[in-house]
C-alpha cells in the first residue's frame, strides 16, 4: 500500500491564483482530512469528510473547498490565493477511531 | 476538548530513556489521551493512545496517573531518529478533528 499521498510537493502560487491539492489513499478508509500547518505551530483542521459526498467545515474552512466524488480521492481547492495560504498541507485518512494516516505534505507558498 | 500542557522543549541522550510530561488537569471520563510525533516536517505519526490503565506498544509506553490529570509518553531507548516533535492531544474516542497545540521538541543526542 501507499498509504496516503499528496500532489505536488512544492508550489508558488501568485495572489490571486487558483490550485487544486490532489489527496489519495488507497486503504479503503471512509475518513480524509485536511489539516494546515503554519510555522512553528500545531496543525489545524480546514475540512474532513465521513465518507463520498460527505464533507464538513473544520477550523479554518474560509478561503477553500472540497469535494469527496470516491473513497480514495479528497482534493483541497484554493480560490483567489492569498499569502496567509502560505502553509504546509496535510491530508490524512483514517478507519480507527484513534489513528490518522497522514500524507507527506504539500509546501505552498502564495506571493 | 481538555487543554494540555506540554514543555516546548526536552533533551535526551541517545539510548537513555526519553520521559515526555503531558498535562491535561482537565479531562473528562470518556476522554482518551493520544500521542502523535512529527518528525522533521513529515506528516504527523500516530504513537499511541489510552484511557486510564498504562498502555504499551512497539513505539513508547504510557503512564497515566491514577487521577488522570497528567501523562508521561516514555521512550524506552531514544534513538536520533526519535528526534521530532511530540503532541499530546486529549479527545473522547471517535472519528473527531485532532486539535494539534504545539507539542515539546525531542532532541535526541549522540
Known amino acids: 500500500n501507499a498509504g496516503v499521498t499528496q500532489t505536488p510537493k512544492f508550489r508558488i502560487l501568485k495572489i490571486g491564483q487558483s490550485m487544486t491539492l490532489q489527496c489519495t489513499q488507497d486503504m479503503n478508509h471512509n475518513y480524509m482530512y485536511w489539516y494546515r500547518q503554519d510555522p512553528g505551530m500545531g496543525l489545524k483542521l480546514i475540512y474532513y469528510s465521513v465518507g463520498a459526498g460527505i464533507t464538513d467545515k473544520g477550523e479554518v474552512p474560509n478561503g477553500y473547498n472540497v469535494s469527496r466524488s470516491t473513497t480514495e480521492d479528497f482534493p483541497l481547492r484554493l480560490e483567489l490565493a492569498a499569502p496567509s495560504q502560505t502553509s504546509v498541507y496535510f491530508c490524512?485518512?483514517?478507519?480507527?477511531?484513534?489513528?490518522?494516516?497522514f500524507g507527506p505534505g504539500t509546501r505552498l507558498t502564495v506571493t | 476538548d481538555a487543554k494540555t500542557t506540554q514543555p516546548p522543549s526536552m533533551d535526551c541522550a541517545e539510548g537513555r530513556a526519553a520521559n515526555l510530561p503531558c498535562n491535561h488537569s482537565?479531562?473528562?471520563?470518556?476522554?482518551?489521551v493520544y500521542w502523535y510525533r512529527q518528525i522533521h516536517s513529515q506528516g504527523p505519526q500516530y504513537i499511541i493512545h489510552g484511557l486510564k490503565n498504562n498502555e504499551t506498544n512497539e513505539m513508547a509506553s504510557l503512564i497515566i496517573t491514577e487521577d488522570r490529570k497528567s501523562s508521561t509518553l516514555i521512550l524506552p531507548h531514544a534513538t536520533l531518529r526519535d528526534t521530532a516533535v511530540y503532541y499530546c492531544i486529549v479527545r473522547v474516542l471517535g472519528f473527531q478533528k485532532l486539535v494539534f497545540g504545539t507539542g515539546t521538541r525531542l532532541l535526541v543526542s549522540p
Open positions: 490524512a485518512s483514517s478507519n480507527d477511531p484513534y489513528e490518522q494516516y
Open positions: 482537565t479531562i473528562s471520563g470518556n476522554e482518551y
